[in-house]
């Protein structure tokens, strides 16, 4: 792989301290970029600025807060002058629960972290890429923003819900050479899926990953560098016609019933 995909770019990582956000920042600064890393566990998110070296600078703030998208726009342009790319990636997954046990303050805390931190990003993002000329939006939705599953559903819902933003915005951002796309990964091996199962197997860790390995045909989680690569190429000049679209890194989950 060419090392300059990236290179005098300038990316913003939201969610950058671990699993997915992680390996993209570590992608992004071996491609050339210069990066802003942002994430609300500011003990990982230097931990991890550290490991990847290069040249980046950490934000430790809330995405879901009304001022973040803000604040990391204006840091990627005083710091390196520029801003060409994000990955909105930060999210939660909520409580593992049937429908009917859901708080309200579950539902809208991941409402506020995993949908309306997108729309916040890309409305503070716009105005920027576009006097730049233009940029490329990378949002992380997941294989559950196009089919549902049981026991998680504010969390499915907030995936269906940002693509409904990544198309919108994709709409809006198309005459300005802006574009906006969704990777939709499958399982990925992150503290979340971790979080999830033992949610699902309530303590029975291995039986949880059987039963979610069974609906995967590669029979594997995806590894989050897996989903980098995907988020790379929708960042570089490599996808430059691609816009609005959802880009599947599933293990072919959703291509049909695995038997
Ligand atoms: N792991 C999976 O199986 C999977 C599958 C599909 C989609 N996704 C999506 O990928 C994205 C990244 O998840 P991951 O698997 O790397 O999980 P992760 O838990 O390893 O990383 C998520 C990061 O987001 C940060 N974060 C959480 N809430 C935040 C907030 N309010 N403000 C700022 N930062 C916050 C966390 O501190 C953490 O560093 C999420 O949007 C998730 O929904 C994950």
């Not at 790319?85 to 046990?101: D, P, Q, S, W, Y």
């Not at 499958?186 to 971790?194: E, G, K």
């Not at 691609?242 to 695995?258: E, H, P, Q």
């Amino acid at each position: 792989m060419s090392e300059t995909k990236l290179s005098g770019r300038v990316a913003v990582v939201t969610g950058a301290a671990s699993g997915i956000g992680e390996a993209i920042a570590k992608l992004c600064v071996a491609q050339g970029a210069r990066v802003v890393m942002v994430d609300s566990d500011s003990i990982r998110l230097d931990a991890a600025a550290k490991s990847i070296g290069g040249d980046t600078v950490t934000l430790h703030a809330d995405v879901g807060a009304p001022d973040t998208a803000a604040l990391y726009v204006a840091l990627a342009m005083r710091h390196f002058g520029r801003l060409d790319t994000a990955f909105l990636n930060a999210g939660i997954a909520g409580k593992v629960c049937r429908i009917e046990e859901v708080a309200v303050s579950d539902f809208d805390e991941v409402m506020r972290v995993n949908v309306r931190s997108v729309w916040s990003g890309i409305a503070a993002l716009f105005p920027v890429m576009q006097s730049a000329g233009g940029g490329s939006i990378v949002v992380t939705a997941s294989t559950g923003g196009v089919q549902g599953a049981p026991m998680v559903a504010p969390y499915i819902a907030s995936k269906h819900a940002v693509i409904g933003l990544v198309r919108s915005a994709a709409l809006e951002g198309a005459r300005y050479n802006i574009r906006v796309n969704a990777v939709a990964p499958a399982p990925v091996d992150t503290p979340m899926i971790a979080h999830i199962a033992a949610g699902l197997g309530r303590g029975d860790m291995e039986r949880a990953r059987n039963r979610t390995l069974s609906h995967i045909p590669m029979r594997r989680y995806g590894g989050a560098d897996e989903v980098a690569r995907m988020m790379l190429f929708l960042a570089s000049d490599d996808s430059s016609y691609s816009t609005g679209a959802v880009f599947l890194s599933d293990g072919g989950s959703t291509a049909g019933i695995s038997l």
